[in-house]
Nanobody, 123 residues
Framework: QVQVVESGGGSVQAGGSLRLSCTAS????????MGWFRQIPGKEREWIAI???????KYADSMKGRFTISRDDAQKTLYLQMNNLKPEDTAKYYC?????????????????WGQGTQVAVSS
């Protein structure tokens, strides 16, 4: 059973930075396709970025520039570095994972999810 756990959320002022972390267990970590989404209450979940098991990344066009996804296979952790945060970035951030070949790794392929971590950006 794959388990996903996010951490690193919190409150920050506009212009600040946060780094979110995500660990996935229950399968060989290096085979995971993993990604980040966020959700504002009352809105649909929004895709941010995804990384396949080879380390190749894809970003939603609206997320390019301020958000960076990375992974540390030794630590079995996926990260989301968020810089120059804005109040509109306030949301619950979710990490998703799936065991897949890189060719099958895309934003709609994730089936295992964490509980999310809240990010609040004040102006």
């Amino acid at each position: 059973q794959v388990q996903v756990v996010e951490s690193g959320g919190g409150s920050v002022q506009a212009g600040g930075s946060l780094r979110l972390s995500c660990t996935a267990s229950g399968h060989t970590y290096s085979t995971f396709c993993m990604g980040w989404f966020r959700q504002i209450p009352g809105k649909e979940r929004e895709w941010i970025a995804i990384m396949d098991s080879y380390g190749k990344t894809k970003y939603a066009d609206s997320m390019k520039g301020r958000f960076t996804i990375s992974r540390d296979d030794a630590q079995k952790t996926l990260y989301l570095q968020m810089n120059n945060l804005k109040p509109e970035d306030t949301a619950k951030y979710y990490c998703g994972a799936e065991v897949s070949w890189p060719t099958d790794c895309f934003s709609g392929s994730l089936n295992y999810w964490g509980q999310g971590t809240q990010v609040a950006v004040s102006s």
